[in-house]
């Protein structure tokens, strides 16, 4: 019986001794970092390293695939087609004269009216200018007649149209006329002349202008392309 005793008390101490080694090894290894604890720190970093790098931008502007960024090495478009874009002729910058353009035999008389630009730079004429005659019976309109299309002006060239108005044969003393006012097209500004045609106009039944004003380019020859 005493053998027996001795070899269960021997069994007990092994296995209390085992039992205490495995409880050892596990706070060890609990201490130190595991391999792959490892790699994951080293490779994340603050951000400045690993998967950002990659899309990073050189000075050019481009990112790492070659394309374009859109920052301040980008190229812009449209400077160009802004500053050639021509603005309208002022009335400040155009010589304005009015001449008798009326022909003998002709059923109607004819003032050529010149602009002449003289702003330094190209500009724009679009639609009819305004015509209004200073007249004894109070201010007369001259209204459209034709077709008008826009044209541009070069520095120092000139372009005319008419005004037409029907020639007093009355015998009568008519309607005088004193002036000429012209507004260019899409101005608000105006310029008055001395009126060159006809001294008078002849008395007019009824309503409408017997007065008319024709486009950009239809008398004499106009130096405008």
């Known amino acids: ?14 296995a209390t001794l085992s039992l205490s080694a495995c409880n ?5 290894a609990g201490d130190s970092p595991s391999p ?43 400077g160009s087609d802004t500053s050639a874009k021509v603005g309208k002729c002022r009335t400040d910058e155009l010589d304005i004269t009015a001449t ?3 022909v003998d035999g002709d059923t109607e008389g004819t003032v050529a009216v010149t602009f002449k630009n003289g702003s330094g730079k190209d500009c724009a004429l679009t639609g009819f200018a305004g015509v209004d005659l200073k007249t004894s019976e109070g201010d007369l309109s001259a209204t459209r007649s034709g077709q008008s299309s826009p044209m541009t002006l070069k520095d120092g060239d000139e372009v ?17 006329v004193s002036a000429i006012v012209v507004t260019p097209p899409g101005e608000t500004k105006s310029f008055s002349m001395e009126w060159p045609g006809a001294a008078t106009l002849p008395v007019t039944e009824g309503g409408g202008t017997p007065v008319k004003v024709g486009p950009m380019g239809s008398a004499g020859q106009g130096g405008a392309n």
């Open 1 to 14: 019986m005493r053998v027996h005793k001795l070899t269960f008390a021997a069994l007990a101490v092994a």
């Open 24 to 28: 050892d090894g596990d706070d060890s």
């Open 36 to 78: 792959e604890s490892t790699a994951s720190s080293s490779s994340g970093g603050s951000g400045s390293g690993g998967s950002d790098q990659e899309g990073g931008k050189d000075s050019g502007g481009k990112d790492s695939a070659g394309q374009s960024s859109g920052g301040q090495g980008a190229a812009t478009g449209g």
């Open 100 to 102: 008798d353009s009326t």
């Open 160 to 176: 005319s149209f008419g005004v037409t108005y029907p020639v007093n044969d009355s015998g009568g003393s008519g309607v005088s």
